[in-house]
């Protein structure tokens, strides 16, 4: 009778530690380390340029999330920024149209752009990898079409609300990514096409027989990514009041799937969380500012960020092939028994 009792009672004494427990440990030792190597490093100047900068690769990385949840990979977020950036610019200044209507329609435009990259490898099973290839090219050749490779000034000074305001000193776009977190959270988190999500990256064939629609989730989670890209966009032309042709082709897309995986999502799908892949987020857009607090060249920065990427995608690897699809298991049996 009594080792019978014992076990539950030392399940409920157990404290668990939330897996991005981890990277934000690291993501403090950073903080403290960059403090004590520069005292410009957190100035409350420097903090918000950190926040600024932050946020666009924060909003590529959400996305980026909800494509490799699925197993896929976008590398089209970072030529959708610089479309929409040269779009906002051309619909306020060429079209005439107010900026609120602008930014919706630069919204959609991101969206549609990514539910393509969605629907051309569905119904077509070209790899992701391709696909988001070519869709980086086109959408990075738009905006130089467009505008001969030239900037185009806006105007309309109500648009830099969107990049430049300020609620109680804190950045609008801090503001609106952490809404985006939070929204994304709970969508993953609680609702069935999250879960959905998430089985499809843990597997497609057992999601689809499961009756997943597969097609649908792979559309959408593209279609994510690229309305994630887009609210770069507007944040980049916002900030910048310039439709700018080659804004967010720097190191964005790197950093998007840096941020991911040092977070803990896996780049083979199915695991990871929305709060461990922004607090990666985080990290790398530390990192790079730091990089730049210290006057680090910068042929020496993407190294860095290559070798972290490097390093997240072996422990990745090494982790799935030693306990591959085992979470998956026990959530789909967890929804199932829950279901029936």
């Not at 930014?103 to 990259?117: D, S, Y």
């Not at 391709?130 to 090219?137: D, E, K």
């Not at 649908?216 to 279609?223: C, P």
């Not at 690897?317 to 199932?336: A, D, E, G, P, Q």
């Amino acid at each position: 009778m009594t080792n019978a009792i014992q076990p539950p009672a030392k399940a409920a004494n157990t404290i668990r530690i939330p897996a991005e427990a981890g990277i934000a440990f690291v993501l403090l030792v950073v903080l403290a380390g960059g403090a004590l190597a520069s005292p410009n490093f957190l100035t409350l100047s420097n903090i918000f340029v950190l926040l600024l900068n932050g946020a666009v690769i924060g909003f590529l990385c959400l996305g980026q999330t909800f494509v490799l949840f699925t197993g896929g990979i976008d590398l089209s977020c970072g030529s959708v920024v610089a479309m929409t950036c040269v779009l906002a610019a051309v619909f306020m200044e060429t079209l005439g149209l107010p900026w609120p209507v602008a930014a919706l329609m630069v919204l959609v435009v991101g969206a549609l752009a990514g539910a393509v990259n969605g629907l051309i490898i569905d119904k077509t099973g070209v790899p992701p990898f391709i696909v988001t290839f070519a869709m980086m090219g086109v959408a990075a050749s738009i905006p130089q079409i467009i505008t001969g490779a030239e900037s185009i000034r806006i105007m309309q000074f109500g648009f830099r609300m969107i990049g430049q305001a300020r609620f109680f000193g804190i950045p609008f776009p801090v503001i609106a990514l952490a809404i985006a977190i939070a929204a994304a959270a709970i969508f993953i988190k609680r609702s069935v096409t999250g879960t959905h999500i998430l089985a499809v990256g843990g597997n497609a064939e057992a999601a689809r027989l499961a009756g997943v629609n597969t097609s649908r989730i792979t559309v959408l989670v593209y279609a994510i990514s690229g309305f994630c890209g887009a609210c770069g966009g507007l944040v980049y032309a916002s900030r910048l009041m310039t439709g700018y042709p080659t804004a967010g082709r720097g190191d964005e897309l790197f950093f998007s799937i840096a941020g991911a995986v040092v977070g803990g999502v896996s780049l083979f799908g199915g695991i990871g969380t929305i709060y461990g892949a922004m607090v990666g987020a985080t990290l790398i857009a530390t990192i790079s500012n730091l990089m730049n607090v210290l006057n680090v060249n910068a042929y020496w920065q993407p190294l860095v960020i290559g070798v972290i990427i490097l390093v997240g995608v072996t422990f990745d690897t090494m982790r799935s092939s030693s306990r591959l699809s085992l979470s998956w298991v026990r959530l789909l049996k967890s929804k199932i028994s829950g279901g029936a």
